[in-house]
């Protein structure tokens, strides 16, 4: 019975989200660009507090992103992103990693300023994919679906089939029949979106790989979860626990997505 409620809340919050996040794709432009910017700053503040840092360098460090996200506004400009996005998405990692040296060295915290680097980049990166001058909206779309449909196969798979895990010490709830599970999901919901999008050939088969690396960056979490001696990165998502929770897959395949965009792989 809980666990049936467990799985009826994070079903419908689930659904929640995203049709928030879709209606902010959707629009894109300054839309996406607060979503996304409201996010990495809520990321900032959970890495934070599993950090166990004071108050004042939370605070400190959260500014410091929603500074850094300010200034990357002007990629939500269509136009700017077709003429100088070379140079913008320079600006931006400079930037970025100026930010994290300064917070690591004033808090004495290194992991403090990677966590800088982790907020930041991957927001960006979103940004930067769903203002492509053609199909920006499908291409986010794709990045997207392709991180969901990971996180669903992964967890019917491995909750049906279940079997051994993956890496017990880090994450006990991980197989790899959810792997498999979530790699097969990836496949076939990327595909299905490039098809109706008449995105190119790599993104049929893309989906697949790019689950590996959704699931690398929630092992990555759970890592520091460990770390910090927690079970969930926060609270304010029912059924999901906190944003970093919902957000962990999403890091790294926003950031390898655009970099395919960036380098005409993808």
Do not use: N
């Amino acid at each position: 019975m809980a666990l049936a409620r467990e799985l009826r809340l994070r079903i419908v919050s689930g659904i929640v989200m995203m049709a928030v996040a879709l209606a902010a794709l959707w629009f894109g432009g300054v839309a996406f660009w607060a979503l996304a910017s409201l996010l990495a700053i809520l990321m900032m503040a959970e890495w934070a507090t599993m950090a166990q840092a004071p108050r004042w360098q939370q605070l400190l460090a959260m500014a410091a992103v929603g500074a850094l996200m300010l200034s990357s506004l002007s990629f939500a400009d269509p136009v700017k992103m077709a003429t100088i996005a070379s140079r913008l998405i320079a600006q931006t990692v400079d930037l970025t990693g100026l930010a994290a040296i300064l917070i690591a060295v004033v808090s004495f915290r290194a992991r403090l300023g990677g966590g800088v680097l982790y907020a930041v980049f991957p927001a960006v990166a979103l940004i930067y994919i769903r203002e492509q001058p053609e199909q920006g909206f499908a291409l986010s779309l794709w990045t997207l679906v392709v991180v969901w449909a990971t996180d669903i196969g992964a967890f019917f798979a491995g909750r049906a089939i279940g079997g051994p895990k993956i890496a017990p010490s880090i994450s006990p709830s991980k197989t790899w029949a959810g792997l498999a599970g979530g790699m097969v999901g990836a496949l076939i919901c990327g595909a299905a979106v490039a098809s109706a999008f008449g995105l190119g050939t790599a993104f049929l088969i893309a989906g697949a790989p790019l689950a590996v690396a959704a699931q690398a960056g929630d092992f990555f979490e759970s890592w520091l979860k460990r770390r910090s001696g927690v079970k969930d990165s926060g609270t304010l998502l029912p059924g999901h626990g906190g944003v970093l929770d919902r957000l962990d897959g999403v890091v790294p395949v926003a950031l390898l997505v655009a970099a395919g965009v960036a380098g005409g792989i993808l």
